[in-house]
């Protein structure tokens, strides 16, 4: 199995900042993509930013410029640096990973979650 625990969510100001973290654990053979993905009350969930193995990566039209994702593969980590946060932004943030194993193949996960609320 693998686990992805996700940090950093909290509560910033309008034009703040955050930086969310998420770590993979486990049995990874490789990782083949890391993202991020938001859900807010009452919308459906949706790509905010991803990384491939490779380096390449993809951003949501709303955040480019804003956030930027970044990828220690050493650590199995992801990050997600936000800045100039608008109220829109405000959602329940997750972590997903396409991950191979031996065992398993290649499968996608999830992590639980962390919320990020922008108010004044």
């Known amino acids: 199995q693998v686990r992805l625990v996700e940090s950093g969510g909290g509560l910033a100001q309008p034009g703040g900042s955050l930086r969310l973290s998420c770590a993979a654990s486990?049995?990874?053979?490789?990782?083949?993509?890391m993202g991020w993905y938001r859900q807010a009350p009452g919308k459906e969930r949706e790509l905010v930013a991803s990384v491939t193995n490779g380096g390449s990566t993809n951003y949501a039209t709303s955040v480019k410029g804003r956030f930027t994702i970044s990828r220690d593969s050493a650590k199995n980590t992801v990050y997600l640096q936000m800045n100039s946060l608008e109220p829109e932004d405000a959602a329940l943030y997750y972590c997903?990973?396409?991950?191979?194993?031996?065992?398993?193949?290649?499968?996608?996960?999830w992590g639980q979650g962390t919320q990020v609320t922008v108010s004044s």
């Open positions: 997903n990973a396409e991950v191979f194993s031996d065992w398993l193949g290649v499968r996608t996960y």
């Open positions: 486990g049995s990874i053979r490789r990782i083949n993509s």
